[in-house]
């Protein structure tokens, strides 16, 4: 549909709010009717993506992701989504959501499996519209944290691995973001939040194959942002450096970071509307060093 703009008439915040409603009427922006039609109460809007009410998070137990739940839901209970691969890490994140007082629940979902990627968020997004007389609202964001981080050497001598890699860290992580994408532009409305790394960037030598598998996404999930940005809809590219997490135990690095840091920045990142989020800040200078720092110099120290 195409979007209407009204002209805003110098007359005041009140002249600006009927301008903006009567906008909002006409292109169905917040008036969704609810299933099975009739007089039923209008379905609430899409919430700012730092304050959600519905969250689904694909990698439904992920560290990062799930710390990036929590601070969501800080000041208010959530409805959440946890899409995953069925499992007792699965069951009990979302009875730890549960016991803190948000309503959580789990859907199938395996990178390997692409006949789940669909029916996942098909059950995620559910419909909006009231049930058992409650308004459902829509979902305001989707977080994508599905990734693998394998043995460096193995990802290029393997090409099973290789293309494993990529088939868990883009393929999926692509296709999901598509869907997302088109799900949200559907509600006119919510943010899509990626997952991504400084090592889409710049990877270690160690973990180019990695870091390639990244720069897929980032590069898919950046195009993604501009096409739907005209829809009402924000895809935001998270960036983080190193994390400790499951993800990285038994390795170390340099300027390590938490996850609450980085749930921290990409909330902050919601909240001021920015396109891109590095976590720790600092991670895109260093990035950016090593990017253009001369080749024989990061050889002989193996960066
Ligand atoms: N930790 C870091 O230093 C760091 C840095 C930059 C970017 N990142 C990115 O941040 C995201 C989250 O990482 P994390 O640190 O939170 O690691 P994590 O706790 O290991 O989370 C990874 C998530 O991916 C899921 N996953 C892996 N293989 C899957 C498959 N075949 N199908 C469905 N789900 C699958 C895991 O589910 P299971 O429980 O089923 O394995 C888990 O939910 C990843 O995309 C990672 O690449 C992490």
Redesign the pocket.
């Known amino acids: 549909m195409v979007g209407v703009r009204l002209p805003k008439l110098p007359l005041g915040d009140l002249a600006d709010r009927v301008s903006d409603q009567l906008a909002n009427r006409l292109t169905g922006r917040d008036d969704v009717p609810a299933a099975g039609g009739g007089a039923a109460p209008r379905a609430l809007p899409v919430r700012p993506a730092h304050e959600p009410q519905r969250v689904v998070l694909l990698?439904?137990?992920?560290?990062?992701?799930l710390a990036l739940v929590r601070r969501l839901g800080r000041e208010r209970p959530l409805d959440v989504v946890l899409a995953?691969?069925p499992?007792p890490?699965?069951s009990e994140a979302v009875a730890a959501l549960v016991a803190e007082g948000h309503t959580a629940r789990a859907v199938p979902?395996?990178?390997?499996a692409p006949s789940t990627w669909s029916p996942a968020l098909a059950e995620a997004f559910g419909s909006r519209g009231v049930a058992a007389g409650v308004p459902v609202g829509p979902v305001d964001v989707v977080v994508l944290?599905?990734?693998?981080?394998p043995d460096g050497k193995r990802s290029w001598q393997d090409p099973t691995a290789a293309a494993d890699l990529v088939q868990?860290?883009t393929a999926?992580p692509v296709a999901l973001a598509a869907e997302a994408a088109q799900r949200l532009r559907a509600q006119r409305g919510g943010a899509l939040v990626v997952?991504?790394?400084?090592?889409a960037v710049r990877a270690r030598s160690t973990d180019f194959a990695y870091g390639a598998s990244?720069a897929g996404l980032d590069a898919f999930a950046s195009g993604l942002r501009e096409a739907v940005r005209g829809d009402g809809v924000r895809v935001v590219v998270v960036?983080?450096?190193?994390?400790r997490?499951?993800?990285?135990a038994g390795r170390s690095a340099w300027l390590a970071t938490t996850?609450e840091a980085v749930a921290d920045l990409t909330v902050q990142g919601l909240e001021l509307e920015r396109d891109v989020v590095w976590a720790p800040p600092g991670a895109q200078a260093v990035t950016e060093v090593l990017r253009w720092a001369p080749p024989r110099l990061l050889r002989r120290l193996r960066l």
Do not use: E, Q
């Not at 979902?109 to 390997?112: G, H, Q």
């Not at 944290?145 to 981080?149: D, P, Q, R, S, T």
């Not at 997952?195 to 090592?199: D, G, R, V």
């Open positions: 990698g439904g137990t992920s560290d990062i992701g995953g691969r499992g890490r699965l979902l395996d990178a390997r944290a599905v990734g693998v981080l868990v860290n999926a997952l991504s790394s400084a090592a990244k960036r983080p450096g190193f994390v997490t499951r993800m990285t996850k």
